[in-house]
C-alpha cells in the first residue's frame, strides 16, 4: 500500500521558516494537500492542489510538490501555527494520510 | 457557509455496531462525496473510505472492508457511516468531511466513539 511519511517533529522559532516535509514513490506525480489540526479541533485545509491556499488561509503558508517529496512551508510562523500537520494524496483511488508532524513554536 | 454536522458521542461494548450521522448544510448534498476518517488518541488521521450521495457508489479502506457501510439520505442530506463488530481499538474520534476533487474540506465536528466492556 501507498505510504506518505512525515518527520515527527519541527521546531521554529517565531518569525522563522518552517518546513515541513512529505515523502512518497513518485508523490511529485499525485496532487498533494495540507492539513493542520490544533489540540481538540477537526482538521483544516491550508493548502490543496501541491500549492493553492484556500480563502483564509493566511499568505505564509506555501506549499511545493516535486519528486517524491512535497513540502509545506510556514513563513514568519507565529504562536498560532503551533499545530500537527498532515500531508494527503490519492493512490489508486485510495486516500492515503501522513504520519503527521507536530510544529513547535519555541 | 458549508457546515457538516455530526451526530454526539457513543457508548458502545465489544461486538455491537454504532452508526453516525453527518448532516450537511450550505450546499447541494448530492454534487460532492463524503469521506470518514478516524483518529484514536494521539494518534493520527486513518481514512476509512468515501460516498458519493448522488449514486450511492462507496469506496472502503482494505482496512474495514467487511465492517464498514456508508450510506445517505438525501431528502435531509444526511450521510451516515456504520462500523460493527466493535473493539476496542476502534475507540477514536470520527470524522465526516466533504470531498472537493482530491481534497476534503470542510470536516464535521468530529464523534467520539469509545468502545468498552
Known amino acids: 500500500s501507498y505510504e506518505l511519511t512525515q518527520p515527527p517533529s519541527v521546531s521554529v522559532s517565531p518569525g522563522q521558516t518552517a518546513s515541513i516535509t512529505c515523502s512518497g514513490d513518485k508523490l511529485g506525480d499525485k496532487y498533494a494537500c495540507w492539513y493542520q489540526q490544533k489540540p481538540g479541533q477537526s482538521p483544516v485545509l491550508v493548502i490543496y492542489?501541491?500549492?493553492k491556499r484556500p480563502s483564509g488561509i493566511p499568505e505564509r503558508f506555501s506549499g511545493s510538490n516535486s519528486g517524491n517529496t512535497a513540502t509545506l512551508t510556514i513563513s514568519g510562523t507565529q504562536a498560532m501555527d503551533e499545530a500537527d500537520y498532515y500531508c494527503q494524496a490519492w493512490d489508486s483511488s485510495l486516500l492515503v494520510f501522513g504520519t503527521g508532524t507536530k510544529v513547535t513554536v519555541l | 457557509q458549508v457546515q457538516l454536522v455530526q451526530s454526539g458521542a457513543e457508548v458502545k461494548k465489544p461486538g455491537a455496531s454504532v452508526k453516525v450521522s453527518c448532516k450537511a448544510s450550505?450546499?447541494?448534498?448530492?454534487?460532492?462525496?463524503i469521506n470518514w476518517v478516524r483518529q484514536a488518541t494521539g494518534q493520527g488521521l486513518e481514512w476509512m473510505g468515501w460516498?458519493?450521495?448522488?449514486?450511492?457508489?462507496?469506496g472502503y479502506a482494505q482496512k474495514f472492508q467487511g465492517r464498514v457501510t456508508m450510506t445517505r439520505n438525501t431528502s435531509i442530506s444526511t450521510a451516515y457511516m456504520e462500523l460493527s463488530s466493535l473493539r476496542s481499538e476502534d475507540t477514536a474520534v470520527y470524522y465526516c468531511a466533504r470531498g472537493d476533487v482530491i481534497w476534503i474540506d470542510p470536516w464535521g465536528q468530529g464523534t467520539l466513539v469509545t468502545v468498552s466492556s
Open positions: 492542489q501541491d500549492s
Open positions: 450550505g450546499y447541494t448534498f448530492t454534487s460532492y462525496d
Open positions: 460516498m458519493n450521495p448522488n449514486s450511492g457508489n462507496t
